[in-house]
């Protein structure tokens, strides 16, 4: 039995959706993990980390977290052909990346600040 379009759109998405963040977390891991960090080996491991996005077909992302990842990777590669200083890259992508997920987690957990006066009808 052959698969659905509509299954076949969910796989591609989940696939396009992973290489972003496997794109992401490895930059972001060259950057806080490097001892020497330099413009050229930025390049370079931009260029190792986009061929492997490249091979991943590009699908419409509907969700704004996800909207904004793919918004802050296209700026990740971006920064390969600007004249920006590798700490400001890094300060820059170390914030963006804080920011996504300070936002992500914000809808997934939600303090009680009154948990007691909830039960206060109970008594």
Same mark, same amino acid.
């Given at each position: 039995m052959a698969a $659905?379009?509509?299954?076949?759109? #969910? $796989?591609n998405r989940l696939r396009y959706i992973r290489a972003l963040q496997r794109f992401q977390k490895s930059i972001l891991s060259y950057l806080s993990k490097s001892e020497e960090l330099s413009k050229e080996k930025y390049d370079k491991k931009i260029e190792n980390a986009l061929k492997l %996005?490249?091979?991943v077909e590009v $699908? @419409? %992302?509907y969700k704004g977290d996800l909207q904004e990842l793919e918004k802050f990777v296209k700026k990740m590669i971006? /920064?390969?052909d600007s004249d920006e200083e590798i700490e400001n890259i890094k300060e820059d992508i170390t /914030?963006?990346?804080? @920011? %996504?997920?300070? #936002?992500? #987690?914000s809808r997934r957990y939600k303090k009680d600040?009154?948990? @007691? $006066?909830?039960f206060s009808d109970w008594e």
């Open positions: $659905s379009k509509k299954v076949i759109d #969910n $796989s %996005l490249n091979r $699908s @419409q %992302l971006a /920064y390969k /914030y963006t990346t804080n @920011q %996504l997920e300070k #936002n992500k #987690n600040k009154h948990s @007691q $006066s909830k």
